[in-house]
């Protein structure tokens, strides 16, 4: 009698979670972005909904349709991302941050579209704001979750990021490993907890990975409850 859409652990929280790429703008017809197809973070967004979680997604331009039961939130910059998470943070419980957020935007936004010119071109790039940083800093009772993609000391890279952001878990992919990374259905990815634990994961649809992630943040919040 009891199907597993009665299953609902997260029933009462709020999730925010934000994915994709961000677009930063050059020119009205140029942009800076990268390969974030989206696919973690909703699958992340859907899963959590599934399990009760009130989710609102924060997305960066993808081709994906909105998960059921999630309030989605579209956005183009770095900036615009880091202003509609703000706006959400202080009545959030879990932030998840699947995005691949650009760490550089032009210094200058063209308003006309930009013309060859003899000589090189050489576009000025400042950086944007950590928004994950940022949270850090601010958190009260939220846990917050990073995602690192690495190509290289994966574990050294993650685990400085845990520490620096002052997360509460991070997921650490290496994308340049079979089955990992940001464009297919599948990820290979070892979680690092602020407690020290440990968990790595076989590679496994992202689907999989996302309710491998859930389970372990209701396990990192039990245990802690704060
Ligand atoms: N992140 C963020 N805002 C930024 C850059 C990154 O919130 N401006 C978040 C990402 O969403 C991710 C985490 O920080 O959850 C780690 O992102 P990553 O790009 O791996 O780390 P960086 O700190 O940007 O370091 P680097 O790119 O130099 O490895
Ligand atoms: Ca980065």
């Known amino acids: 009698f009891f ?9 009462g929280k709020q999730f925010l979670i ?30 959590a909904a599934g399990l009760g979680a009130e ?32 706006e959400h943070f202080a009545s959030t419980d879990v932030v998840v ?38 949270l850090g800093e601010l958190k009260k ?8 993609a690495e190509t290289e000391k994966v574990e050294e890279y993650a685990k400085g990021k845990l520490e620096r952001k002052n997360l509460d878990l991070i997921v650490a992919n290496n994308i340049t490993e079979a089955g990992a990374g940001f464009k297919g259905d599948t990820n290979k990815v070892t979680i690092y907890k602020k407690n020290g634990e440990t968990i790595e994961l076989p590679i496994m649809t992202k689907r999989d990975v996302a309710e491998q992630l859930l389970a372990e943040i209701i396990n990192y919040e039990q245990g802690n409850s704060r």
Do not use: C, W
């Open 141 to 148: 009772h939220q846990t917050l979750v990073g995602f690192a």
């Open 3 to 11: 199907s597993n859409e009665l299953y609902q652990p997260l029933k």
């Open 55 to 86: 989710v609102t997604l924060i997305s960066g331009p993808t081709q994906l349709a909105t998960p059921k039961g999630v309030t989605r939130i579209n956005v183009d910059s770095a900036q615009d991302m880091y202003e509609a998470v703000m």
């Open 18 to 47: 934000t994915a994709g790429p961000t677009q930063e703008k050059i020119d009205p017809v140029r942009y800076i972005t990268n390969h974030s197809s989206g696919k973690m973070g909703y699958q992340i967004a859907e899963a």
């Open 97 to 134: 941050k699947t995005a691949a957020v650009a760490d550089y935007r032009p210094k200058v936004v063209h308003a006309e579209k930009m013309k060859k010119k003899p000589g090189d071109a050489v576009i000025e790039l400042e950086r944007t704001t950590d928004i994950l940083a940022t």
